[in-house]
């Protein structure tokens, strides 16, 4: 049961366009979300997470949206650059789950100069 | 933000023997370890939960006596694959939490190949 989707393995963007990451989930007690960026071999580097209680959070040139009604979040990175090449997972943790974190399943970022 | 330094980063081991992967939380007390394991374009997948002090908690499918986990210290946590086969070969991630966080914070990871 993926509890958390990412339903795009992959995402290529022109550098200096906005990149727009999207994550489902199906669990309604998860109230705290993450998103990470990893390079090969290399663990998860954090970028941004929000709470259930906010709808945006922006740091820089990365801002996370969340839909609770619509159980979707999103990362919006603009503008992209060639550095941001990468795995991009999405977290949810809860209460419930002791903190621990739900995975999706990764989209691979290419953003081309 | 806090650092976990994970050791070693890459590993080649025969089929048949054990592996100490090693996890230590540097500027911080990681009251809990998490030990992930990612197969290629797959996932982080949980294996294990451990607290400092405490027997770890395996997810279901986990073997405990194949994937020993020792979480001794505030700062230091163990992974040790045992009788390790091909299939084993994977990558492994520690991530480290205090008591009051809500974030994880991650090792470099390790990778294991066993042949």
């Known amino acids: 049961d993926q509890q958390v989707k990412q339903n795009s393995p992959s995402l290529s963007v022109q550098e200096g366009r906005i990149s727009i990451l999207n994550c489902d989930y199906t669990n309604s007690m998860f109230d705290y979300f993450l998103w990470y960026k990893k390079y090969p071999a290399e663990g998860p580097t954090f970028l941004i997470s929000?709470?259930?209680?906010?709808d945006k959070n922006e740091d820089g040139r990365f801002t996370v949206f969340l839909n609770k009604s619509a159980k979707h979040l999103s990362l919006h990175i603009v503008p992209s650059q060639p550095g941001d090449s990468a795995v991009y997972f999405c977290?949810?943790?809860?209460?419930?789950?002791?903190?621990?974190?739900?995975f999706g399943e990764g989209t691979q970022l290419t953003v081309n100069p | 933000g806090a650092v976990v330094s994970q050791h070693p980063s890459r590993v080649i081991c025969k089929s048949g023997t054990s592996v100490k992967i090693e996890c230590r939380s540097l500027d911080f007390q990681a009251t809990t370890m998490f030990w992930y394991r990612q197969f290629p374009k797959q996932s982080l997948m949980l294996m294990a939960t451990?607290?400092?002090?405490?027997?770890?908690?395996?997810e279901q499918g986990v073997e405990k006596d194949k994937f020993l986990i020792n979480h001794a210290s505030l700062t230091l946590s163990t992974l040790t694959v045992t009788s390790a086969h091909p299939e084993d070969s994977s990558f492994y991630i520690c991530s480290g939490r205090t008591r009051a966080g809500t974030e994880a914070f991650f090792g470099q990871g390790t990778r294991l190949t066993v042949v």
């Open positions: 977290a949810a943790s809860g209460e419930t789950s002791g903190s621990r974190l739900t």
């Open positions: 451990s607290n400092e002090g405490s027997k770890a908690t395996y």
């Open positions: 929000i709470s259930s209680i906010k």
